[in-house]
């Protein structure tokens, strides 16, 4: 085991498509590259409800923007192409691009369909590393899929979201943590994420200044800012100062959470199998005990690769370990008496309801 006790360096790479469902419109409809292409509800022809999913940059061009009533963007540009929400398409894409991402690092959190975080710390060992596999991914991603992305690589989540919007689009852009706190100090307040048009007008009035910057709301003490704000307060003085201790949390696709454990040697050792079955039924629990769970799967595999699993239901609800490990046990019991054959490989896993 690394017991090295120097301190890695944080390194946070964040990924967003650009135009995302656009951009597949035009990779799938290549006739319409360089034309304006606006996804969301019929227009039609300016009488059309609901709203604009998102346009390419031609489209931005007329003023068309995400969450725009799509009458309005009739309005703005009635000759762009204006096409439907094919969502599974968009899925699928989403799909493909997050498993080339996922090879970077397999600690990533999607927050959307375009956009994730992936923790590098450990795994590069300085920004110069870190801006290659930046390029790395936006090339293998544009290879696979036909598609840009814009990547930010910072020292935290928020700071990489932001080095991501200073290179959109189809660009990168990397923010050391020397450069945080200056980088950000000449940006709108509203720059922070929680920090709203309500919270800056407060801003504006506390420091009689319209549209602060950044570098402006520096004045502020902490217990000011949580007098103001309450707990949010304390957050934003640190955010203010390029500061975000959030972790980057995967979040599983899987409808399944579970570990598996193989021997060293094939062994019939009841005692030794138990042990470490307990093991891995209190680390499934532990990942899952704030989700509801419906079921769960006892996995053996025997010295010779057959491998059989059994499995329970139960009404979906959070669950103590205890309960996961008397209703699993009995099952792991099975595997030992139906068979004399040793033991490979056993697992435990849960159904996320
Ligand atoms: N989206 C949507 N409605 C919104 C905002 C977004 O349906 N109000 C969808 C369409 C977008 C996708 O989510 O393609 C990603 O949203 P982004 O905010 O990342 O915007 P884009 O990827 O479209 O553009 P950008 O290049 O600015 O990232
Ligand atoms: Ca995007
Ligand atoms: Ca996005």
Do not use: W
Request: a positive charge; glycine letters at 6%.
């Amino acid at each position: 085991m690394g017991n090295s006790k120097k301190k890695k360096e944080n390194i946070i790479l964040h990924i967003d498509m650009d135009y995302f469902f656009a951009q597949i419109e035009e990779r799938e409809n290549p006739q319409f590259k360089g034309k304006p292409v606006v996804v969301g509800a019929d227009p039609k022809e300016g009488k059309g409800r609901g709203v604009v999913s998102t346009c390419n940059y031609e489209a931005r061009k007329f003023g068309i923007k995400s969450g725009m009533p799509i009458s309005r963007a009739y309005k703005l540009c009635p000759q762009a192409i204006f096409l439907p929400v094919n969502m599974q398409l968009y899925k699928r894409v989403s799909r493909a691009v997050f498993q080339i991402a996922q090879k970077f690092s397999s600690k990533m959190e999607r927050v959307s369909l375009d956009e994730a975080y992936i923790d590098l710390t450990g795994r590069v060992g300085s920004y110069k590393e870190a801006r290659r596999e930046g390029e790395d991914l936006r090339k293998i991603v544009f290879e696979k899929e036909r598609l840009t992305c814009s990547i930010g690589v910072s020292k935290n989540k928020m700071m990489a979201k932001i080095a991501c919007e200073l290179a959109k689009p189809d660009g990168i852009r990397i923010i050391t943590p020397v450069q945080a706190a200056k980088t950000i100090a000449s940006m709108k307040v509203e720059t922070i994420p929680g920090i709203g048009p309500k919270t800056r007008q407060f801003i504006e009035k506390k420091l009689k200044k319209k549209d602060p910057q950044i570098r402006d709301a520096l004045v502020f003490s902490k217990s000011e800012l949580a007098d103001f704000f309450g707990k949010r307060g304390e957050e934003f003085y640190y955010k203010l100062r390029g500061i975000d201790k959030s972790p980057v949390e995967e979040k599983k696709e899987a409808k399944s959470v579970g570990k598996e454990h193989t021997f060293q040697k094939d062994t019939r050792d009841a005692k030794m199998i138990i042990k470490v079955f307990k093991r891995l039924v209190g680390d499934v629990h532990s990942q899952v005990k704030d989700k509801k769970i419906n079921g769960l799967t006892v996995v053996c595999r025997y010295e010779d690769f057959e491998t059989h699993t059994k499995q329970i239901s139960f009404d979906a609800g959070k669950y103590t370990e205890e309960f996961l490990y008397k209703k699993s046990i009995s099952l792991l019991l099975k595997f030992l008496t139906q068979s004399n054959k040793k033991i490979r490989l056993i697992g435990f896993r849960v159904k996320i309801a």
